[in-house]
C-alpha cells in the first residue's frame, strides 16, 4: 500500500473507501469512545431543532447525521454528504435499520457541493475540513451552504501554533505524539498502518485554530471561535453566520 497525499481529492476518497468497513470500530478503540463526547459538545454549540434543516458535510459513515436526525424530528431534515461512495454505503446500510429518521445521503464534493445558498440551517463537519485541498474554500463553500444567523461546528485534530506556547498550567497539546505511537500502531495491527499514517501528514498541513478563525471570518462568517477539546488533541471551531 502507497502512501495516502494529504489534499489529493482522489487520494482521500481511496483512503476512506478502504478504510470504511473498520472505520467506525477503529474510532471507538482509537479514542476510547471519546469521540462521542467531542462530537456532542460539536451539537451542543448547533443547538438543532425540531423542523431544521441541517447538512453534515463529509459525513463519512453517518453517525453525527443519525444524532441529528432524531432532533430535527418531526418536520426537519439532515442531508449527509461526502466524496467517498464506501463510507456513504455504511451510512445507508445505518439508517436503514431506523427507516422513520429523516435523511438524505448524497455522494459529492465539499468544496462544491451543488446545494442552493442558504440551503441549511446549521451544519457540521466532523474530521473532514482537515482532509479538503483547500481549507478556506471549503469554508467558503459551508459559508454559502448556511442561511443568516446559521450555525456550524467543525471538529478535528487541533494543530496547536507552536509560537504560542501551551496554557498555563496545562501540558503542551501532542497530537502527533499521539498518533505517531499509539494510533498508527494500533491501526497496523489491523492492516491499515498507511491510512492512519496519513492523519500526522494530514495534520501538518491543517489551519492552527487562530488560523481557522481567520479564514472562517474571510469566509463571511459573523462570529468564529476555536476551541481545544480532549486535553488540546481535538479542536472545534464554532462558527455563526
Known amino acids: 500500500m502507497g502512501s495516502f497525499r494529504p489534499g489529493d481529492p482522489v487520494a482521500v476518497s481511496q483512503l476512506f473507501d478502504q478504510i470504511a468497513p473498520r472505520y467506525d470500530q477503529l474510532n471507538d478503540l482509537l479514542s476510547l469512545g471519546l469521540h462521542r463526547v467531542w462530537k456532542r459538545q460539536a451539537i451542543a454549540w448547533l443547538r438543532p431543532r425540531a423542523g431544521q434543516r441541517l447538512l453534515d458535510l463529509c459525513c463519512g459513515t453517518g453517525d453525527l447525521a443519525l444524532v441529528l436526525a432524531e432532533k430535527v424530528r418531526p418536520g426537519g431534515l439532515v442531508l ?10 455504511v451510512a445507508a446500510r445505518r439508517a436503514a435499520a431506523r427507516p422513520w429518521l429523516p435523511l438524505q445521503w448524497r455522494q459529492a464534493d465539499a468544496l462544491a457541493t451543488g446545494l442552493a445558498e442558504g440551503w441549511a440551517d446549521g451544519a457540521v463537519i466532523a474530521y473532514g475540513l482537515r482532509n479538503l485541498s483547500d481549507p478556506g474554500a471549503g469554508l467558503a463553500e459551508l459559508r454559502r451552504l448556511l442561511r443568516a444567523g446559521g450555525r456550524a461546528a467543525v471538529l478535528d485534530f487541533n494543530r496547536p501554533d507552536p509560537a504560542a506556547g501551551p496554557p498555563l498550567g496545562s501540558s503542551p497539546p501532542c497530537s502527533c505524539l499521539a498518533l505517531r505511537h499509539v494510533v498508527v500502531p494500533t491501526a497496523a495491527a489491523a492492516g491499515l498502518r498507511d491510512h492512519y499514517a496519513y492523519l500526522e501528514e494530514s495534520l501538518r498541513r491543517f489551519p492552527t485554530g487562530a488560523d481557522q478563525e481567520r479564514l472562517a471570518r474571510l469566509a463571511g462568517f459573523a462570529r468564529a471561535r476555536h476551541r ?14
Do not use: F, H, I, V
Request: no cysteine; aromatic share 0%; net charge negative.
Open 80 to 89: 449527509g454528504l461526502d466524496a467517498a461512495a464506501a463510507p456513504l454505503a
Open 228 to 241: 481545544p477539546l480532549g486535553g488540546g488533541l481535538m479542536g472545534l471551531l464554532e462558527l455563526l453566520a
